[in-house]
């Protein structure tokens, strides 16, 4: 088992080992925080395949239906301005570096509104963007009037929402809670605690855990077939061009494919199980680490993507 564990053969069998763990004491919290729940929305996009793993414990012990829910921190925060310091205040959260065109296109929406490179990193300035604002509002209303419409139709009379995904900062959720009216309480692997959210939190302790620092490479996984939701036009969504991570979905399946034979072992061969939060993060912690696993081969398909925080996608490297 040593040499298994040291060198898996295949991504099914590191999925099964390093994530397996780690996402079954994740729902086995879960499924008593969320009893009581009329509709379970899991988050695009680490919510495709962490509904997939949901189903098991719904049948198991009956639990409450749950949606594949398409949003976004771009979805969720341009939807939500409705002045000049909603724009701005919005750096609060998450800071952008690239150019200033590359910063209307990847935060905003906005394409050949101003061709500019100059240099933008809002951690030390904000930019200026007095020419650009009547148009980022006014794509704000388009959108927030269209986002409206799907997400009545999703959640209906429910009103006890939970909302899940990975973490950490609860972006999704507040601006959601801001601009419609939402009461959703929040159930992360992990919760930080900057938002002021309401029945809020994480099951992996955010000061004291390693999967804060090893997120990305749970994020690289649990992705979805198409790149992050950006836009509602004529009703139907738009997604970024996939990335790296959606040319190499069929990986990511069979790394699921591992946690979900875990998660099957588990309840229903009534295994005598006892690994605690602290041994599962420590586990995936082991994966994360530079030279644990011989079989580099397995990390070829683990890519960090994020235009909203900046223009680039990038190879995640073991530390």
């Known amino acids: 088992m040593g040499h298994i564990v040291k060198n ?69 925060s341009l939807s939500s301005f409705t002045s000049e310091d909603d724009i701005y205040e919005s750096f609060n959260l998450h800071r952008y570096q690239g150019t200033l065109s590359e910063l209307l ?35 704000a209303k388009v959108l927030r009037d269209s986002y409206k419409k799907y997400i009545d139709n999703m959640i209906g009379e429910c009103k006890n929402l939970y909302m899940i995904d990975s ?15 939402l009461d959703l309480k929040g159930r992360y692997m992990t919760y930080k605690g900057n938002i002021d959210l309401k029945n809020t939190k994480g099951f992996y302790d955010f000061e004291k855990c390693n999967f804060k ?51 099957n072992d588990v309840l229903n061969n009534n295994l005598n199980y006892s ?12 994966m994360c680490s530079k030279d644990y696993i011989k079989n580099e081969l397995l990390f070829e398909s683990f890519f960090h993507d994020n235009n909203y925080a900046g223009n680039n996608v990038k190879k995640i490297y073991r530390y």
Do not use: M
């Not at 898996?8 to 079954?24: R, T």
């Not at 086995?28 to 969320?34: R, S, V």
């Not at 973490?167 to 009216?181: N, P, S, V």
């Open 275 to 286: 690994v605690s939060l602290e041994t599962a993060d420590n586990i995936f912690n082991l």
């Open 167 to 181: 973490g950490y900062q609860g972006t999704t959720q507040y601006y959601l809670e801001k601009t419609f009216d």
């Open 105 to 139: 296109k990847d935060r905003f929406q906005l394409n050949n509104v101003i061709e500019s490179s100059i240099q933008i990193d809002t951690s030390n300035r904000l930019p200026n963007l007095d020419l650009c604002v009547a148009d980022i509002l006014g794509k």
């Open 8 to 76: 898996p053969n295949s991504l099914e069998e590191l999925g099964y080992i390093f994530f397996g763990p780690l996402v079954f004491n994740y729902f086995n919290w879960l499924k008593d925080e969320i009893k009581d729940g009329d509709l379970i929305l899991f988050n695009s996009r680490e919510g495709y395949f962490l509904n997939e793993i949901y189903q098991y414990f719904k049948i198991k012990y009956n639990l409450p239906n749950s949606v594949y829910f398409k949003t976004s921190r771009k979805l969720a």
């Open 213 to 263: 620092d090893n997120i990305i490479f749970f994020e690289s996984v649990f992705t979805d077939r198409v790149g992050t939701y950006i836009d509602i036009i004529d009703d139907e969504f738009v997604n970024e061009d996939d990335t790296e991570n959606q040319k190499y979905f069929n990986h990511k399946i069979k790394i699921v494919e591992g946690i979900k034979n875990f998660v």
